[in-house]
């Protein structure tokens, strides 16, 4: 049986301190009471401040693409798989890390597919596109010590997937900064040492949202992909 690999090499760990979790903690850690519920919870969000290459966004993501599999039928299950893969956010440093993030929740998203509907999903399709458009904006590269991007002086973004009132599948899409997420430089969550921020029940709430960087935008959340074509 292959060991699983937690280091990339002696010098990233010394520079970036880079150490990856061993799936079976990430499992345990997801099966705290609570956490383990919240996956369950399509929408429920999840922010991962050191994403690495993906173990909890990916673990993440198949607890709740299970649920959606479980609580819903064939004709919601497309709606429901984007909102619960607009529910994960991560943020990382190194871009190599950042892109094998991205790439791993495509795959898995796209195994979970093929597994229900015994079909592949094309590229061309919107579910594919809006799919792959939702990872890119919610896993993003950054600092979360500075919040900010590691090359630009340039704050770190996402993207808030707001269910609209009344609809079953449209979305508000809000952008915001990172460092909206604090309150005068302080961690919203009581007890969290400065410079850390856990990813366990995060929540969107209209104070943390101030800093809007942009309109927000109403749209079908399996159409979300055209507003990058804009």
């Keep these: 049986m292959t060991s699983e690999k937690l280091i990339k090499s002696k010098e990233r760990v010394q520079q970036h301190g880079e150490v990856f979790t061993p799936q079976w903690m990430v499992q345990k850690m997801l099966d705290v009471e609570g956490v383990k519920e919240a996956c369950e919870n399509i929408e429920a969000t999840f922010l991962e401040p050191s994403a690495g290459d993906g173990n909890f ?40 890390n950042l892109e094998i993030a991205r790439s791993r929740m495509l795959l898995r998203y796209l195994n979970w597919y093929e597994e229900f509907f015994h079909v ?79 990813f366990f029940d995060f929540e969107m709430i209209d104070e943390e949202k101030d800093e809007s960087v942009s309109e927000s935008v109403i749209i079908d959340i399996q159409k979300v992909h055209q507003l990058g074509e804009r």
């Design 120 to 198: 592949y999903l094309t590229s061309k399709s919107d579910l594919y596109k809006s799919a792959m458009y939702i990872i890119r904006r919610n896993i993003v590269r950054g600092n979360t010590l500075t919040k900010k991007h590691p090359d630009y002086d340039t704050p770190i973004l996402l993207n808030e997937w707001k269910r609209v009132k009344g609809s079953s599948s449209k979305v508000e899409k809000i952008e915001f900064t990172f460092s909206s997420l604090f309150s005068d430089g302080e961690e919203i969550e009581k007890g969290i040492p400065e410079g850390q921020m856990s």
């Design 57 to 96: 966004l990916v673990a993440i993501l198949e607890r709740k693409l299970k649920a959606v599999t479980e609580q819903f039928s064939d004709g919601h299950w497309k709606t429901k798989s984007l909102f619960a893969l607009s529910s994960i956010y991560g943020i990382e440093f190194l871009a190599d």
